[in-house]
T-cell receptor, first 114, second 111 residues
Framework: DAMVIQNPRYQVTQFGKPVTLSCSQT?????MYWYQQKSSQAPKLLFH???????NEADTPDNFQSRRPNTSFCFLDIRSPGLGDAAMYLC?????????????FGSGTQLSVL | GQNIDQPTEMTATEGAIVQINCTYQ??????LFWYQQHAGEAPTFLSY????GLEEKGRFSSFLSRSKGYSYLLLKELQMKDSASYLC????????????FGAGTRLAVHP
């Protein structure tokens, strides 16, 4: 089945140690998003790609970077994780054609920072 | 600014009907979505409204009034598995299909 896959499901890192989260999709969607969701809060958009064009949200910290080497894969790099970066990180995809253009989410990566 | 408000928590009884409200104030509007999210899992799509009125899909219905900046999600014949958070999200007019989410309403269904 076509889907959005995030690895790993759970990630533990140390304070200040770089970490990379990955996302892949078989939907061939143009747009890929990274959202951060802290406990009992709304998912917050960090950035998105339209094809290879990168779009950063104005309030996304510089500590967060992203790479999209091809249509299928997208990575979230946290250069120096702090305790406040512990959260669920959600990858999503969408197309800009069609009726609702709904977002398809991966299962998320729960990041813990020790 | 952008603001989406939902009640934080609701409780209901198995077999009953529950209505979850959402009000929004956004700089543009190009559709409203409802997603279901079980604890520790990703959101899954429930419904989409872009025009005023009611959209029905099985046990779930969603209503939109653009003039009032208001939507609700109606869940009928509640089941225990409906215990989850329900996220209201608005798509603005800024392009790239970006969604702004509310914090979600945590629904607990009791026997």
């Amino acid at each position: 089945d076509a889907m959005v896959i995030q690895n790993p499901r759970y990630q533990v890192t140390q304070f200040g140690k770089p970490v990379t989260l990955s996302c892949s999709q078989t939907l061939n969607h143009n747009v890929m998003y990274w959202y951060q969701q802290k406990s009992s809060q709304a998912p917050k958009l960090l950035f998105h790609y339209y094809d290879k064009d990168f779009n950063n949200e104005a309030d996304t910290p510089d500590n967060f970077q992203s790479r999209r080497p091809n249509t299928s894969f997208c990575f979230l790099d946290i250069r120096s994780p702090g305790l406040g970066d512990a959260a669920m990180y959600l990858c999503a995809t969408s197309t800009l054609t069609g009726d609702s253009k709904k977002l398809f989410f991966g299962s998320g990566t729960q990041l813990s920072v020790l | 600014g952008q603001n989406i408000d939902q009640p934080t928590e609701m409780t209901a009884t198995e077999g009953a009907i529950v209505q979850i409200n959402c009000t929004y104030q956004t700089s543009g509007f190009n559709g409203l979505f409802w997603y279901q999210q079980h604890a520790g899992e990703a959101p899954t799509f429930l419904s989409y409204n872009v025009l005023d009125g009611l959209e029905e899909k099985g046990r779930f219905s969603s209503f939109l009034s653009r003039s009032k900046g208001y939507s609700y999600l109606l869940l009928k014949e509640l089941q225990m598995k409906d215990s989850a958070s329900y996220l209201c999200a608005v798509r603005g007019t800024g392009g790239y299909n970006k969604l702004i989410f509310g914090a979600g309403t945590r629904l607990a269904v009791h026997p």
